[in-house]
C-alpha cells in the first residue's frame, strides 16, 4: 500500500526551489555588469498573489477495512467433531463454538487459557484456587447461575452451580469442567473459517476467527510511522466518499520486509538486506466506534488521513514563489519594481518568515507582507 506524507514532499520542494532561486536573490547587485544582454533570467513571468486561509499539514495512507487478522483457534478438546459453525457466523459468551462427540465447547471471556481441569478438591482444607477459577466463576455469574460466591476458589456450591449449567448444556452432570470442555477469549468473535470436516478429530487447528467489530489494518514503511501513535484520532475515507473516526489503537513493534522484498537472490552481495530495510512495513490498527456509519462494507481499500498540525487564517504563497536571499532567510520577489521596503527606497525583495509547509504552500509572515501583495514565480 502507498504512503504519502505530503507536508514532507512539500518540505522538500521549497528546500529545491530556494536552491535554485538564490542564484537570482544573489545577482541583483549588478556586482560586474556581465549580464549585459539585457535578459533576467531570475525573473519569472508567472505571478500570484498572496492570499489569507488555513494550511493543514496532512498525512494521507492506504489501508483496508476488514474484521481484522484471523485467529487459529485450537480445541483441546478429545474426540469426533460432530458439528462446526458456518463462516461468519457471530459467537458470544455461552455459546456453542463447536461440538466433539456431540458435546458443546462452549465459548467464555477471558484472558487466561484454559489449562487444568476445574473440580471439588479431595481435601476441603485444600481447595482448588487460582485466577483461572475466578475468571471461569465470573463468566457462569454472567450467564445467570447463582448459589456461589465468585472468587478464587471452587467450591462444592460452585459445583453444583456447573451441574445446573451442565444440565442446560445437555452434557452429563458432573460438576467438573475439563480442559476442552470450554475456551476463553477476548470477547465476542466471527467465525472466519473452517480448516477442517465435520468427521475429522478434534485436534489441532479446527477454525479461525476474527474480531466482530470491523477496523482499519495499514502497512506503513517502517520509517513513515511518525503519525502512527497510540490514541491518535484519524479521520477514515471510504470509497463512496464518506468519512468516520477512528483511533490508532496498535502499531507494530516488528517490520516484516514487503512482500516481493525477501530473498533477494544470491550473487548480488549487499543491497539486498538495505533494500528490505528500506521496504520493511508496519502494521498499524485503527479503531472504528461508530460501526454503524460503516454501512454494510465488510471488506474494501480505504484511505487513512492524520491532521498533524494546522494553520488558521494565516498568509500563504505557494512554495515555488519563494527565493533565498543573499544575506540570508528566504523572501519573496515583488512582481511590481515600485515596491517599497518602508524607507521609500525602491526595492524589488521583501524578506519573509516561513512557518508551516503543507499541500504545496507555505505559511509567510513579515512587516512587508499583506493579504493580496502581487509577488512572481521565480524561473
Not at 223 to 239: D, I, K, Q, S, Y
Not at 282 to 301: C, F, H, N, W, Y
Amino acid at each position: 500500500m502507498g504512503v504519502g506524507r505530503r507536508s514532507v514532499l512539500v518540505a522538500a520542494g521549497a528546500v529545491a526551489v530556494s536552491a535554485v532561486a538564490v542564484v537570482g536573490a544573489l545577482g541583483l547587485g549588478g556586482g560586474d555588469g556581465s549580464d549585459s544582454g539585457g535578459s533576467d533570467s531570475g525573473r519569472g513571468d508567472r505571478t500570484v498573489r498572496v492570499t489569507r486561509g488555513t494550511l493543514v499539514d496532512e498525512t494521507a495512507v492506504d489501508g483496508t477495512l476488514d474484521h481484522g487478522p484471523e485467529v487459529p483457534f485450537e480445541t483441546r478438546a478429545e474426540g469426533t467433531i460432530t458439528w462446526l459453525p458456518k463462516a461468519e457466523k457471530t459467537v458470544t459468551r455461552g455459546r456453542t463454538l463447536l461440538r466433539v462427540d456431540e458435546k458443546p465447547v462452549v465459548l467464555l471471556y477471558g484472558d487466561l487459557p484454559m489449562y487444568r481441569e476445574l473440580a471439588v478438591g479431595r481435601d476441603p482444607d485444600r481447595p482448588l484456587r487460582g485466577l483461572d477459577v475466578k475468571q471461569f466463576e465470573s463468566n457462569l455469574a454472567m450467564l445467570g447461575y447463582s448459589g456461589f460466591t465468585v472468587d478464587d476458589t471452587y467450591s462444592q456450591l460452585t459445583a453444583d452451580a456447573v451441574k445446573r449449567w451442565q444440565r442446560d448444556l445437555g452434557r452429563p452432570r458432573t460438576g467438573k469442567v475439563g480442559i476442552g470442555d470450554i475456551a476463553y477469549v477476548s470477547g465476542p468473535i466471527r467465525i472466519a473459517r473452517t480448516s477442517v470436516r465435520v468427521g475429522a478429530q478434534a485436534t489441532g487447528n479446527v477454525l479461525s476467527y476474527t474480531s466482530t467489530a470491523r477496523s482499519v489494518t495499514v502497512e506503513a514503511p517502517a520509517g513513515e510511522t511518525g503519525w502512527a501513535e497510540r490514541g491518535n484520532r484519524v479521520t477514515v475515507e471510504l470509497p463512496d466518499g464518506h468519512t468516520v473516526k477512528g483511533r490508532v489503537a496498535e502499531v507494530g513493534q516488528d517490520a516484516s520486509p514487503a512482500q516481493g522484498a525477501e530473498g533477494g537472490g544470491g550473487g548480488g552481495g549487499g543491497g539486498s538486506d538495505g533494500d528490505a530495510a528500506k521496504n520493511a512495513k508496519v502494521p498499524v490498527l485503527i479503531r472504528i466506534k461508530d460501526q454503524e456509519a460503516l454501512g454494510q462494507l465488510s471488506s474494501t481499500p480505504v484511505t487513512v488521513r492524520y491532521v498533524g498540525r494546522k494553520r488558521e487564517n494565516v498568509l500563504t504563497v505557494p512554495v515555488a514563489a519563494l527565493v533565498a536571499l543573499a544575506e540570508g532567510g528566504h523572501g519573496l520577489e515583488l512582481a511590481d519594481d515600485g515596491g517599497t521596503d518602508g524607507d521609500g527606497k525602491g526595492n524589488r525583495f521583501v524578506a519573509v518568515k516561513t512557518g508551516l509547509f503543507a499541500n504545496g504552500k507555505v505559511e509567510v509572515s513579515g512587516s512587508a507582507v499583506r493579504e493580496g501583495l502581487k509577488v512572481r514565480i521565480p524561473e
